[in-house]
């Protein structure tokens, strides 16, 4: 039923894509074309109900940073996420990273906390899921959801909860942790908490996705929604000019700063022992790479270009939940094929099962963000949080007194 399931994600993913043939598939665009009609519509009501001020958007007294994008998936958030609360953090602010915490599981007990002001204990229903409060993550990974966990992980000295309800999520962070900066992980379209910050990030590779709203296509939202960004990241750049797409994104937002980055690697390291090898190592190695992402093909595209020989890539959907069945059947293929070497993701590295016979080491290729272009624009904007008196925004101050 699992592998079922998985698999029918994956077709579901070749049909947006247009990528899968057949009358089926050929059907099942049909029908999704049809339902992106109607959930294009439900955007922009949506959207008009929060600007005419017919939706209430909550404010909690700090500055929050919203980081996320267009499309689904695959821009890079993540290291994003951790850029910026490794700066802010090194610049003397106390972020909290809230996430939703994408298919992690509930807890069965939630966990206790005593309230900061009266010591007495925080009812279960105002209680996130406290990742981190700075130190050591707090809870395992299928109920953090790997990415929050991931940030934990990396990110001593920052907060990171998890909750749907990211206002709850924010509340808890100011109240019982001290943060004096939220940082909303994939917030662009989560209103119900105002964002002083609007950063948008925009793949090099595909700026609008299949260019079709969902479920037809990738676009949360219509391209011209770009409009709502105050800062536009565009990520995983090559080096090439930027020209032309600039010029595209500037027809849909003409005020904007741009910066121009790539998400570079920088090490392998051992999921199991933590053992770093530099990238070189990869060089002429025969290597098997699995992920569950959701662009594999930049992931498989970056171990090339490292000068690793790719025997093979088994592909996953985005955050699946590996289980020892499959880790231990693609271990035997590895094997069978005289392996060198497995590399995998940061994120999926946390979901990873030990094999039952480690015959393969298995590492992870870290990450992380290097600006190309707009190293300026980058000062001046971390300038902007840090120099804050104070943690309520004016304009936000303003807009609670009406």
Known sequence: MRETLNE???????????????????????????LSGIYRIGVAVRLKCYRKGAKYQHYLGTQVISIGNLTVGGTGKTPMVEMFARTLRERGRKPAILSRGYKSKRLGKPQEWLRKSNGLPIPADEMPKVVSAGGEPLIKVRYAGDEPWMLAKNLPGVSVI????????????????????????????????????????????SPFGTGRILPRGTLREPAKNLRRADYIFITKCDGSSNEQLITKMRRYNRHAEIIECTHGPQHLENIFTGEQLPLDYLQKKYVAAISGIAVPQSFEKILKSLGARVEFHRVFSDHHTFNQKDIDRFMNRCVRRDIELIVTTEKDAVRFPRPAELDVPIYFLRIEVDILKGMDVWERLIDRICDKKGNIDPILLRQMIG
């Open 8 to 34: 029918l994600e994956q077709w579901g993913t070749e049909v947006i894509f247009g990528r899968a043939r057949g009358f089926r598939a050929t059907v099942m665009r049909i029908l999704l074309w049809a």
């Open 162 to 205: 998890v909750d749907k309800n990211r206002v709850k999520g924010g509340s808890f962070a100011v109240g019982e942790l001290n943060a004096d900066t939220l940082i909303l992980d994939d917030g662009l379209q989560y209103l119900n908490l105002a964002h002083t910050t609007d950063v948008v990030l925009v793949d090099q590779n």
